[in-house]
């Protein structure tokens, strides 16, 4: 399959162009677009033969639910049934943005999407391209990150190509995603609302219109399978360093042994020698998110056998970033 590249401007992208890839939706083919966390690749998702491409094209396993992404809040509410109130407070203060709401599915969602699940993932994407794109489509689009399943989201065109050239019919270019780091994920079939991923919007942005309604991610025996997916990791051992551990020696005593080694600096001054990718992050938490996927595929590329990297505190957006480097360290 060739796939065709649209480049388009982020800001004001032409509709002539939008019309293009909403056509290929409309087709049944599938379609990668950017959003403000990461580019995503989806399909029509009221249709199961269209849904079942983005699959094969991801080779994702069917038991792993895709999000229905919409263009506002009245396609979203058209997919569900039975929601409280409450939600339509997130809804206002966050859509479009980077929450996705796990709510009861009705009969217009096809198994697929929700992986048999009686609950399906909504989600409005706070970016240009994917809102035009889903419009003139005229329908939700049932997507998931751009990359092959197993490897990193994307947060450029270059990442969604090379793992996506010739799998999808079509890519929408609008260069890097903001964000970097995936949508909060908050099951609101019941109360307490319960945070599945840690992403973009914190909990204590989440309190703050919902006090006490919020619920950090619900505990599952040894340790994992809270979502249906395991989050990326790297070929590297990633080790994750907490303030007060000394990376630099850490990484040094790694490097002496011959081992390619990289470090991940975060508020550390002294740099470690010897070691083979060597990336510091200056601008706090926000650009840990963006560059996190980015540092998972340089060390792969450069064979990197540790990965240091230091943990941002835990709070805001930090709590993502670290769930993402928890989540990679675990074997
Ligand atoms: O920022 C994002 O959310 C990006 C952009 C492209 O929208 N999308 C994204 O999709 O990260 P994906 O498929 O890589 O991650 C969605 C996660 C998966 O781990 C999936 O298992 C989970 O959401 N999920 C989907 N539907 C679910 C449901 N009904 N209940 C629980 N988890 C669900
Ligand atoms: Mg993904």
């Known amino acids: 399959m060739q796939t065709v590249h649209l480049k388009v401007d982020p800001d004001n992208p032409n509709p002539r162009i939008i019309e293009i890839a909403a056509a290929l939706i409309r087709e049944g083919e599938t379609v990668a677009f950017p959003t403000e966390t990461v580019y995503g690749v989806g ?47 997130l809804i206002n203060r966050f859509w479009p943005g980077p929450l996705t709401l796990v709510a009861r599915a009705n009969d217009l969602v096809p198994p697929l999407v929700t992986a048999g699940l009686s609950t399906v993932g909504l989600r ?33 065109a270059r990442h969604v190509m090379k793992d996506l050239n010739g799998r999808i019919a079509g890519i929408l270019n609008a260069g890097t995603t903001g964000w970097g780091i995936e949508s909060t994920i908050l099951d609101v079939t019941r109360t ?45 051992q990633v080790i994750p360093v907490k303030p007060g551990d000394n990376l630099a020696e850490l990484a040094q005593a790694q490097a002496a042994k011959g081992k390619r080694v990289g470090v991940v600096v975060a508020t550390h001054r002294e740099l470690p020698t010897l070691t083979d990718l060597v990336v510091v992050i200056n601008g706090g938490s926000a650009e840990y998110g963006r560059r996190l996927y980015e540092i998972f595929r340089m060390a792969d590329s450069r064979r990197i056998e540790y990965l240091f990297m230091e943990i941002p505190e835990e709070k805001g957006l930090g709590a993502a970033v670290a769930d993402r480097i928890y989540e990679a360290a675990r074997r």
């Open 43 to 89: 399909a029509n998702g009221l249709d199961e033969k269209a849904v079942q491409r983005v699959f094969k094209a991801k080779r994702r396993p069917l038991n792993n639910p895709l999000l229905m992404h919409v263009m506002s809040w009245e396609q979203a509410s058209s997919l569900v049934t039975g929601i409280y109130e409450e939600v339509l407070l």
């Open 124 to 156: 409005m994407p706070d970016h240009r391209v994917a809102l035009d794109l889903i419009k003139a489509a005229g329908v939700p689009v049932a997507a998931t990150s751009a990359n092959l399943s197993g490897r990193p989201s994307s947060t450029s």
């Open 192 to 236: 307490p609302f319960t945070i599945l991923r840690p992403g973009a919007i914190s909990r204590e942005r989440l309190e703050e219109v919902l006090p006490g309604l919020i619920e950090a991610v619900r505990p599952q025996p040894e340790g994992g399978g809270r979502m249906r997916a395991a989050h990326y990791r790297p070929d590297a």
